[in-house]
């Protein structure tokens, strides 16, 4: 879309995926090769009972599956920001994660484009939220 298209309150819904247990420790012996997220014993006696996937992976998975979306298109020029990050529960195996995208803010620049500003909001399968951000992004007209 372009950024004269936007408007603030638009809302987008993504589709969903589910990450298994295989794919948190993969992430996680590359990026976050933390306990909670490889050793299955000493996370199961830890505070969330079981191995969890790292933040990092579920603001990659979030910021995925709203780019699959395919809003942004050829007219995205580069990310500018990402703000307010919170990881608000765990992601634990086998959850199933979803994004709702909200416009939230819009700043024209020069020659008509500007920066699109979406709150990034991701639910488990149980419609609890688990990570919000906002992402800000200058758009092309």
Do not use: C
């Amino acid at each position: 879309m372009k950024f004269s298209e936007y408007v603030v309150g638009q809302r987008y819904e993504t589709k969903s995926i589910k990450l298994s247990k295989s794919d948190i420790m993969e992430f996680a012996k590359i990026y976050d090769p933390q306990y909670m997220h490889l050793d299955e014993e000493k996370a199961k006696k830890g505070r969330f009972g079981s191995l969890i996937a790292s933040g990092m992976q579920t603001m990659n998975i979030s910021f995925k599956l709203w780019i699959e979306v395919g809003v942004y298109g050829e007219n995205v020029v580069a990310g500018t920001g990402m703000n307010h990050i919170q990881f608000i529960k765990p992601v634990f195996p086998d959850d199933v994660l979803s994004v709702v995208a909200e416009v939230i803010e819009l700043l024209p620049r020069r020659r008509g484009n500007g920066i699109v500003t979406v709150l990034l909001t991701t639910y488990n399968q149980n419609h609890q939220k688990v990570f919000q951000a906002e992402l800000s992004a200058l758009i092309d007209n």
